[in-house]
């Protein structure tokens, strides 16, 4: 069976302060992990995904996230925030040998941004 | 190119009234999905259409049933509506069923049921 925990369920920053948003996750296999965005009242966006390449991941409006396997982590980051980034942010497992693609979502953080 | 679309965005419902809630593509994608959203935790996979003609139940299933019109219609259907499936209901699509795909969302259909 495969979970995911977000370990913060609000994170509030300040414009131009880096941003840390924490993810664990359980797996079986080896799964895929993506990081998902939404904005108030929209649907969900992907910002960036790992399937297994470069455990280093950078996605859409300079978010990156790193798949440490030793610590079952995939923490997504960005240097700087922007008030766009206000919006909650889902981590999401994928196991591969579980039967198609079945997503398994964290219960989300929702990021605060301050002028 | 709309992408996935979902209607209606808003509804209200009484106990025990029936509804339809209509998703599609234009991406000529072959899976497609029906998930909920509740407050603290996350999406919710209820059923799920691997290709055309399929359909499969997720975690989430009771009380709900679907149809896969063609490829790129998949319809979910409340026969009884209960305050329990109060929520929003998000539609998705892939181009396969696999564990790497990214999915498109749709922008969600609000539900209340009084």
């Known amino acids: 069976a495969q979970s995911v925990t977000q370990l913060d369920s609000h994170v509030s920053v300040s414009e131009g302060t880096p941003v840390l948003l924490r993810c664990n996750y359980s797996?079986?296999?080896?799964?895929?992990l993506f990081w998902y965005v939404q904005h108030p009242n929209k649907g969900l966006q992907l910002l960036l995904k790992?399937?297994?390449?470069?455990?280093l991941v950078k996605g859409i409006n300079g978010f990156e996230a790193e798949f440490k396997k030793s610590e079952t982590s995939f923490h997504l980051t960005k240097p700087s925030a922007h008030m766009s980034d206000a919006a909650e942010y889902f981590c999401v497992v994928s196991d591969w040998k579980a039967a198609g693609n079945k997503l398994t979502f964290g219960g989300g953080t929702r990021v605060l941004v301050k002028p | 190119n709309a992408g996935v679309t979902q209607t209606p965005k808003f509804q209200v419902l009484k106990t025990g009234q029936s509804m339809t809630l209509q998703c599609a593509q234009d991406?000529?994608?072959?899976?497609m999905y029906w998930y909920r959203q509740d407050p603290g935790m996350g999406l919710r996979l209820i059923y799920y259409?691997?290709?055309?003609?399929?359909?499969d139940k997720g975690e989430v299933p009771n009380g709900y049933n679907v149809s896969r019109l063609n490829k790129r219609e998949f319809s979910l259907r409340l026969e009884s509506a209960a305050p329990s499936q109060t929520s929003v209901y998000f539609c998705?699509?892939?181009?396969?069923?696999?564990?790497?795909?990214?999915?498109?969302f749709g922008p969600g259909t609000r539900l209340l049921v009084l």
């Open positions: 998705a699509s892939t181009a396969a069923d696999s564990p790497w795909e990214t999915q498109y």
């Open positions: 797996s079986s296999y080896s799964p895929s």
């Open positions: 790992y399937t297994s390449a470069a455990t």
């Open positions: 259409s691997a290709s055309e003609g399929t359909t």
């Open positions: 991406m000529n994608h072959n899976s």
